[in-house]
């Protein structure tokens, strides 16, 4: 039986900042002592607005063998409060985490493909997640497929180590798709459509997405159309 991690209050320390896209940076915090938690979990973070507590979640993107910093990533939104303060922090700044908590994870035993899908920033949880069953060889003997759905051609996140890691397992595959193209010639439209296209056997997949609401409700509506079986999409909406 594994028992649940327990929620602590972090000091972290920003102690790396990259800038994904014109919008989004990724995060690294320095943790004042070890964080415990599963693939697919988030933290809270606390600040003050107009001189009361304010906080508000956000999903880890990195895999939980790393417990001494996690990864946060974060687009910055016009007139979101916390996500604005997030994109003026600078290396060295302090920042209250408090985690781990949700329950958005593998299910396991794994006994089917997976299939992770997001848009955006919601990539995150499933970063963490894909990185940690491969670190712990639990899908060398499936395939493991990633769509992510973005509007631009450079907003795909996580690009670079994707590729990587479809270059090192012939089993992972990562499908970016665009749905408003410049220059782009991969896949274009909508993510759930990918899914569609590419999973031509629903019964032997288990999918899990991460975005807003409305992304996935319409990823559950169209899978479930296509015969995907509702008890295994797992999913974590984002307000």
């Known amino acids: ?21 014109s919008t989004v940076k990724t995060f690294t915090f320095d943790m004042d002592k070890p964080i415990e938690f599963q693939a ?16 508000k979640p956000y999903s880890i993107a990195s895999p939980p063998y790393i417990q001494d910093k996690i990864q946060l990533c974060i687009k910055k939104v016009d007139g979101g409060f916390m996500s604005n303060h997030f994109h003026n922090l ?8 408090q985690g781990p908590m949700g329950v958005f994870k593998i299910k396991e035993p794994i006994q089917r493909d997976l ?13 963490g997640m894909i990185l940690n069953l491969y670190h712990q060889k639990k899908v060398d003997s499936i395939k ?9 051609d450079d907003e ?7 590729q990587k890691l479809e270059k090192e397992h012939s089993n992972f595959k990562f499908i970016p798709t665009v ?18 296209k590419y999973l031509t056997s629903p019964k032997d997949v288990d999918i899990y997405a991460c975005g807003l ?19 295994q999409m797992h999913y974590e909406k984002w307000t």
């Open 115 to 127: 299939a992770f899908v997001a848009t955006g920033t919601g990539i995150a949880p499933l970063r």
């Open 40 to 55: 697919g979990q988030f933290v809270m973070a606390h600040t003050t607005k107009e001189g009361q507590p304010f906080k």
């Open 179 to 196: 749905s408003r193209p410049k220059n782009w010639t991969g896949e274009t439209g909508y993510v759930q459509e990918k899914v569609k």
């Open 144 to 152: 493991v497929w990633c769509f992510l759905g973005v509007r631009y």
């Open 156 to 162: 795909v996140l996580f690009w670079d180590e994707f």
């Open 1 to 21: 039986m594994h028992l649940m991690p327990i929620i602590q209050f972090y000091d972290a320390v920003v102690s790396d900042i990259l800038a994904q896209t």
């Open 213 to 231: 609401a409305a992304m996935i409700e319409q990823t559950i509506k169209v899978l479930g159309e296509a015969g995907f079986p509702p008890e």
């Open 90 to 97: 600078k290396m060295g700044d302090r920042m209250k985490l």
